[in-house]
Nanobody, 123 residues
Framework: QVQLVESGGGLVQAGGSLRLSCAAS????????MGWFRQAPGKEREFVAI????????TYADSVKGRFTISRDNAKNTVYLQMNSLKPEDTAVYYC????????????????WGQGTQVTVSS
């Protein structure tokens, strides 16, 4: 089990950038697939990006491909989400998640979650 704490959310104008961070506690962080998911008001939680335990494999939702980049630093127990060219439809609470032995885009496959950080993109 890992404990996750997100940071870096905020209010930004359309076209701007934000960098989210997710700090994990626990010595087994490097064993986990890490993911970012988001949930807008009245909508289901949706997949954004995932990264394998080594960082060698990444997957992105079509809606963010080419604009967002997920990365991790296992020495710092941290995963990042660099978000560029933000759009109003990116507005949501962004959650960091950890899962073992999976590269699934389904949120139910991830066992540990952070509390979320709000991202608001104004038009």
């Amino acid at each position: 089990q890992v404990q996750l704490v997100e940071s870096g959310g905020g209010l930004v104008q359309a076209g701007g950038s934000l960098r989210l961070s997710c700090a994990a506690s626990g010595r087994t962080f490097s064993s986990y697939t890490m993911g970012w998911f988001r949930q807008a008001p009245g909508k289901e939680r949706e997949f954004v990006a995932i990264i394998s335990w080594s960082g060698g494999s990444t997957t992105y939702a079509d809606s963010v491909k080419g604009r967002f980049t997920i990365s991790r630093d296992n020495a710092k127990n941290t995963v990042y989400l660099q978000m560029n060219s933000l759009k109003p439809e990116d507005t949501a609470v962004y959650y960091c998640a950890a899962g073992l032995g999976t590269m699934s885009t389904m949120h139910r496959r991830y066992s540990d979650w952070g509390q979320g950080t709000q991202v608001t993109v104004s038009s």
